[in-house]
């Protein structure tokens, strides 16, 4: 099978995280890359591919079957549409947009023009994740009642040297990072209904919180909270629990808990607790058993999934109506720390395909 060609929008960080794992790829190549920065040149030449600051200009030169969407949240709807204009499927980072106007946008240009639309919440394609996924869709748990979230770590100072981290829309934990823990709690828990979050900017000083505590409620009847900061030197973080991004410092630490009427599970280390036998109470004794998986790449497995959209062998994972989920989660936190006043979460009458 002939390889699909790519190209990456956008030259930051991640877009350059995208372009090399399309290049390690056996299912497809890169075709080109794209950025308003005619800097970003140096690394086109790098890689030996085309590059242009013309998004129109190199999808009509490079005519690829995909484009993956690494811009600023703000250019997300744009270049989603230019994209569909070309008939090319898109891979566009976390959120899907700013607003649930710009993600609606985007959903309604991806139906007309007929192409496929897949969100980058990488951490659906973890197999740690889909473990535990599996555990409490199944049952293991029993009914789901509540999880505990924790994501604590110290960014250091000169990751604020950009200006756009310290300031709304974009910046701040909520959009940056919890966003992924969000969303994770919607693919393992179901939709969230309602959020009450505090937040607070005392330690750095900055237009956005460095910490924050949010109580959530599901559709399901299960509660949860999240406890976050980004202040505080601590090893309780998706990020250096689960050691899928090796700029981390690695620990061997739980940072969620899922909590059922028959057993709960500790995350990442995917530790499960339940009574010994069918004795039940806080009396008896609780026995420890742990699952196994196989360690894999999220974002090179997200990846391999999207060849396999753009084939039309797979429905995406999550789709632009579902990635607009997450994106109300998320503006309701941020509503909510506003307001000082507990949120819905708007949106849940949009179809769900994710």
């Known amino acids: 099978m002939n390889h699909l060609r790519l190209v990456v929008v956008g030259l930051g960080w991640i ?14 190549e890169l075709a080109g890359v794209c950025d308003l920065d005619d800097a970003h040149a140096a690394f086109a030449d790098e890689c030996g591919v085309s590059f242009n600051a013309d998004l129109d200009a190199i999808l009509a030169e490079t005519k690829p079957d995909g484009a993956i969407i690494a811009t600023a949240n703000g250019a997300h709807g744009v270049v989603a549409e230019c994209c569909a204009r070309h008939g090319v499927h898109v891979l566009v980072e976390k959120p899907v947009a700013d607003t649930l106007k710009e993600a609606q946008c985007i959903i309604t240009a991806a139906d007309a023009a007929g ?6 919440h990488h951490r659906r394609h973890s197999p740690l994740i889909r473990e535990a996924r599996s555990l409490v869709a199944d049952g293991t748990l029993g009914k789901l009642v509540g999880v505990s979230m924790l994501w604590a770590l110290y960014k250091p100072d000169d990751y604020f040297d950009v200006e ?11 959009f940056i990072n919890l966003i992924h823990e969000l ?11 309602r959020v009450y979050a505090e937040g607070s900017a005392d330690a750095r000083g900055l237009a956005v919180e460095d910490t924050l505590g949010i109580t959530l409620s599901f559709k399901s009847g299960a509660v949860g909270s999240i406890l976050a900061s980004d ?40 530790e499960l607790w339940r009574h010994a036998d069918e004795r039940h109470g806080w009396q008896y004794p609780l026995e420890k058993s742990s699952s196994s998986v196989s360690a894999g790449d999220p974002i090179a497995i997200q990846l391999e999934h999207f060849c396999r959209v753009i084939r039309g062998e797979e429905e995406p994972l999550i789709d632009a109506r579902d990635g607009a989920h997450s994106l109300a989660a998320a503006l309701a936190v941020i509503e909510s720390i506003e307001t000082r006043a507990p949120v819905e979460v708007a949106g849940l009458e949009m179809e769900n395909r994710g």
Request: charged fraction near 20%; proline fraction near 7%; aromatic fraction near 10%.
């Open 231 to 270: 202040t505080t030197p601590a090893p309780w973080s998706y990020e250096a629990t689960t050691g899928e991004n090796p700029h981390y410092f690695h620990t061997a630490e739980n940072c969620y808990h899922f909590l059922g009427t028959e057993g709960s599970l500790a995350f990442p280390r995917l």
């Open 183 to 193: 969303d994770c709690l919607r693919f393992i828990c179901g939709d969230i209904r």
């Open 164 to 174: 756009w981290r310290r300031q709304r829309p974009g910046g701040g934990p909520v």
């Open 15 to 28: 877009g350059r995280k995208h372009a090399q794992v399309v290049q390690d790829s056996d299912a497809c």
């Open 115 to 120: 192409i496929r639309v897949l969100v980058g």
